[in-house]
């Protein structure tokens, strides 16, 4: 068995898989078997047993590092997640027990991410091209920005309703990325999470999308989750 835990990465709404390119390739360059799977978001159930899915191909332990909503599906591992060593949080909702995205998000104003979004016959929940360019991922390049909202994935609007049972983040260990630039989840909200969890924080002047605009401090930090929670090497 690898001394390195395998890493699997949980993309958001409105991305995809993809958006982790820069942090799979220096991982890989580390000797990390990293995954980045696809998430329906139709539902967050779906998108659990979609985790549950991949966390079952894995030889060994694992770190997941989610993104934004990524945050709520690992949270929603809840107590059964026997190999998952470490939960990274990055830019990530952390929810507690009987908690909703929805009644969370009530609490304040709603943010410029979701000023145009739209919300298709389906159910499904769209963000437009300018509040993505100029908003969800503002610090990024606008043409690679676009090409982000080319492959974005629409959130079903029922994962709003969920509501969050006992979190795994009660009996994992965590680490947690706050974005202070972030125009969809306020920073303070961000800390707040962190700080509940017992997460070890850090700081990075980003966008939501801290793994494409910060690669280096994102890797960083799941490097750090993976280290602590290495295997020692055998004889």
């Known amino acids: 068995m690898s001394p390195h835990p395998n890493i699997v990465l949980v993309h958001g709404a409105w991305a995809d898989g993809s958006c982790w390119g820069d942090v799979i390739a220096a991982l890989q360059a580390d000797g990390y078997h990293v995954t980045a799977p696809q998430f329906p978001l139709t539902s967050l159930a779906a998108d659990v047993a979609r985790l549950r899915q991949v966390l079952e191909f894995q030889d060994g332990p694992v770190v997941v590092a989610g993104h934004s909503y990524g945050g709520q599906i690992m949270t929603a591992l809840g107590t059964d997640a026997p190999n998952v060593a470490g939960l990274v949080y990055v830019a990530a909702f952390g929810l507690d027990e009987g908690e909703s995205l929805g009644a969370l998000l009530a609490q304040g104003p709603p943010s410029p991410v979701s ?90 002047p980003s966008s939501h999308v801290a793994m494409v605009s910060h690669p280096g401090d994102v890797t960083e930090l799941i490097r750090s989750a993976a280290l602590a929670s290495a295997t020692p090497a055998t004889s």
């Open 115 to 204: 000023a145009h979004q739209f919300t298709d016959k389906q159910g499904l929940i769209w963000l437009s091209e300018d509040d993505f360019v100029g908003h969800f991922a503002a610090d990024v390049a606008p043409a690679r920005a676009r090409v982000l909202h080319a492959v974005q994935q629409p959130l079903a609007g029922s994962a709003f309703a969920d509501v969050m049972g006992v979190p795994a983040w009660r009996s994992l260990p965590c680490w947690y990325l706050v974005a202070t630039n972030d125009e969809a989840i306020p920073p303070e909200a961000q800390r707040q999470f962190a700080s509940r969890m017992g997460a070890v924080v850090i700081e990075v």
